[in-house]
């Protein structure tokens, strides 16, 4: 007799060979298959981070300084540090061309760390940098007077 393709068709003899390439398998058997959200995947065990803590890893980070946090708009952690106690020496802290956290806030428009530093401690405001720039100077030349009125308000609270 000619042979009849029969794909798709229930009882075939392809399907039934189909049927027998599988296996039932027990995922809990396997160990590379446990469930991601098992027990002890929320916590790890009391003593694995034991070390870490001690002893710093040399890949982590520097925490930012107040002046790195004025530089780089991270006006929470600018925020955070004048909350908790900003030092005298940090709030002065100049870079290499005498401009402190202010008046480069100023000058790269960061107007959050601006504000932010209108609550700050130790903050001097005719502080000159070395061209003899104040920030109010800075801030006139970068623009950021013309922005909106909600600026001018922070600049004369700051500088007034």
Known sequence: ????????????????DDDDEFEEVDFEDMDDCRSIASDDSFYPP??????????????????L????????NNAAIVRIMIRH???EEEVKE???N??????????????DVVIALSQCPYLDVNWQDSEGNTALITAAQAGEFLVC????????????
Do not use: M
């Not at 068709?9 to 392809?14: K, V």
């Not at 202010?102 to 960061?110: K, P, S, V």
């Not at 009125?149 to 007034?160: E, I, M, N, R, V």
């Open 149 to 160: 009125p909600h600026k001018c308000q922070t600049w004369a609270h700051l500088f007034g």
């Open 65 to 72: 300084t107040f002046f790195q946090a004025c530089c780089t």
């Open 1 to 16: 007799p000619p042979h009849t393709h029969t794909h798709g068709t229930a009882g075939s003899p392809e399907e039934d």
């Open 94 to 96: 100049t870079d290499r």
């Open 98 to 111: 005498n401009r402190t956290g202010l008046l480069i806030a100023c000058y790269q428009g960061f107007v």
């Open 85 to 87: 106690g900003v030092k």
């Open 46 to 63: 009391d003593d694995a981070f034991a070390d870490s803590e001690r002893t710093p890893s040399p890949e982590s980070p520097e925490p």
